[in-house]
């Protein structure tokens, strides 16, 4: 009796000891919190004041510009905190709406697209002025920069030949090819204007299957190499398509309109040095410049912030 | 409710039952991802449960490898098979089968070895030769385990295989994905109801099959 | 060139940190689990009855993909750890339930008996005779919740980078870095394995009374694996 009473005392104790280390160990991991703020959508703006929530689209471009913003913002001496990697349009517009995130690269052409699937866009002012008129009250877009990056329709090599097609063939002229061709882009290219369904309203293009990959990285890049995909929706400036010599449909109908790199913020959310310092990002990159440092994050396999601050400081405008 | 009018839209649009998209043939694709995977990975743990079970030997080796097995995380083997691999059903089903193994080798192997010494000293001391004993002693009083352990795997299998549309395949897994980046809610609830449909279909077929297989003694038991 | 080590700056954690915060989100939603299933076993046996529906529901629930769970709670609790974090801990829950239930049930009556004769109250009885002796199937269900856990987090790297060693796994996929996937596969599976044996320690602490393997040729094993579905 009294050995079954000691050891059911010390094995209290060990479930005594057992239940500090638990009770130890989630006090520990709640309290080693690093980095990133939880945020609920409902709230509006959780940032502190004055912090400035720069966000990015889930390719690698979008970081690469964020990075570019979100450093030209900290050397004006602006609090600035990054959201990676969010996912498509459709989503960051949404927290850009309800000012979880408050800077957002964006190309002015595209968004337009997505606002309203029937505008016509016939040149880079009247777009950004087609845009503005159609975005939430809260937010506004900045100076528009002249580099552009927007969606074509490539074919791989092969493809091309097999059909007589060339860089000087437009998009019109895959009509007849379409209906045997498998066409990859992301997920969100499928249900776009600027995506499958303007490339049969325009052009009358019906291929023969979709296949979801990523949005212009290297799953569409190595599907449309290797053949997977006869045609993709790959970016413009996509290193890969002089590498691996595919061939870009001409756009005559411009139903990929006009994507100039422009940042569309909250108006609430800069401070005149802010907006300033992204104006003067926006004069200072051409289409040649983003070629170039995609490339390096893209092909040397360079970190996006890196590369970003290298291009600001060579740039002089850090 | 939110989430059951999603339902009701993504099932009453007639559009969602036709063509390389519609449910019938994703979900098809669905299932043939499962029964390869399962396939390929009772082929694997259902021979080597059955031996080692058997001879009681190799029982430390068998948890080792399916602990290691389990700690392997799904969505990063199949990011790392389709770097290094390419496109393809390959890379899709190497996380599967590697996700299925532990259950069906463990199950098997503790099924074989927990299996009551009476009936099967009894055939040894019949006569009977090894394999005698292990597929007409040891498998059917095993069976239901067996059997449990081919349907944990199975059921685990119908909702991983939703990972294969990360890596632009078919299967139930591409309303999920999609919908998130299309931000269709009907899409995600959809395809998120059809795996569980799924799900217990498996749960029922393997009921019914063990009402087959497994002798009325056993199940008594 | 690029190192295994070299973490692309957007997951804006280093490698430590990443492993920080995937513990947290892996074990948090366990201990949580754990928590709930507790009570809801112990109505389990009570009465009976509640055990079949409520085991049926969990089954599915478990069935539901991963991410489908994070997309639909997105408009709940945003893009953050918690919309990880919710659906996990019910998965823990699909897992602990039948295995304290099972566990607690499998303790002999004549244990039960002696106990009662001894004087011991019904919570006395079940905090400290029906636990104590369930703890190894109890113990194999964290097993399998942990593991199980410590994989899915992953997938939250899709809903904006909440998947921690996940965000590693999705970042190699964009930048076409095979040795970062090897990485984030390596340093989850070693996780796994560490929480594995810290609870088998934990185990053995537990039942000091049971011998080192914890499997004996009795009805216990046969309970732990009908209720040990592998990890996800």
Redesign the interface.
Known sequence: MTSTAKSSRSRTRHHGAAAVALAAAAALLTGCSSGDTSDNPLDGDKAEAGTVVVGSNNFAESTLLADIYGEALRAKGLKVTYKHNIGSRETTYGLMRNGSVTVLPEYNGSLLAYLDEKAAQTSAEEVNTAVKAKLDKQLTLLESSPAEDKDSVALNAATAKKHNLTAESTLADLKEAAPRLVIGGSPEFQTRQQGLKGLESVYGLTFKNFKALDAGGPLTQAALAQNEVQAADVFTTDPTIVKEKFVVLKDPENLFGYANVTPLVRKDALPKEGVEALNAVSAKLDTETLLDLDAQVQLEKKDPLDVAKAWLKSAGLV | MN?LTFVQAFFGDSAHWHG??GIPSRFLEHVQYTLLALAVAAAIGLPVGLLTGHTGRGGNAIAVV???A????????L??S???I??GLLPVMIPLVV?AV??IL??TY??V??VDPAPVDAARGMGMPESGILFRVEVPVALP?IL??LR??A??I???A??A????LGGL??Y??????????EK??G??TL??V???VT?ALFWAVGRFAVSPGVRRR | MNGFFDIPSDLQHSWAGLIGVHLREALLPVVAGLLLALPLALLCNRFRWLYPPVLGLTTVLYAVPSLAFFVVLIDYTGQTELTVMIPLALYSLVVLVPAIADGVRSVPDETLSAATAMGFGPVRRYLQVQLPIAAPAIIAGLRVATASSISLVSVGALIGNQGALGNLMAAAQKYDRPELAANAVLTTAVLAVLCDAALVLLRRVLTPWMPRSGRERTAAPREELLTKGAAR
Do not use: C, H, K, M
């Not at chain 2, 389990?70 to 083997?77: E, M, V």
């Not at chain 2, 999920?176 to 809610?185: A, S």
């Open positions: 989430v390389y998209d399916a602990n290691a389990r700690a392997l995380p799904s969505f990063g083997l990011v790392l389709v770097l290094l390419g496109f996700l532990p259950p463990v199950t503790e099924a070895r927990t385990l449990s352990g944990s795997a059921v685990q119908v909702s991983t939703t990972i549309a990360y890596v632009s897994g591409r999920v994905i999609d919908g998130l980046y299309q931000r269709d809610y995600v609830v395809g998120a795996v569980a799924l799900a217990l749960l």
